[in-house]
């Protein structure tokens, strides 16, 4: 049940989520106000409070693609076991729970990493070719 809300992120927190995941890293610096002191905001006010929350280089890419299951939730996190693109909903209470995870900022940037590393790879490979034609 949720029992507090995110102004950043723009929707609602069990006792579990915000202990696990709003106590720790960047979501420490986050403003939460528990439920009882102020109620749940509609589906519309919090995707109204996460543009209004948006960095200006942050609208500059585009829109987060929102969870086919729970259409209010941004997808932010990779399943490793069943390769989709989950919200923290899914992660922390539906069907992906207690699977592997990866924040899509972290994968992000080792996708691009290891791209960067083929693309290298591959144009050594086709000098090489091109030498021995």
Do not use: W
Not at 52 to 59: C, F, L, T, V, W
Not at 80 to 95: E, F, N, P, V
Not at 101 to 121: I, Q, V
Request: charged share 25%.
């Amino acid at each position: 049940a949720e029992t507090a809300r995110c102004h950043e992120c723009g929707f609602g927190l069990c006792d579990g989520c915000l202990t696990t995941v709003h106590s720790k890293g960047r979501f420490k610096r986050h403003t939460v106000t528990r439920i009882a002191d102020a109620p749940l905001a509609t589906a519309s006010q919090r995707k109204r409070e996460r543009a209004s929350a948006a960095k200006p280089s942050d609208q500059a890419h585009a829109p987060r693609p929102m969870c086919p299951d729970h259409g209010d939730y941004p997808v932010e996190l990779y399943c490793h076991d069943c390769g989709a693109c989950i919200c923290l909903r899914c992660h922390y209470s539906g069907s992906h729970k207690g699977h592997q995870t990866t924040p899509l900022a972290d994968l992000h940037g080792t996708l691009a990493a290891d791209l960067r590393t083929n693309a290298d790879h591959l144009g050594r490979s086709a000098e090489t070719v091109a030498q021995l034609t």
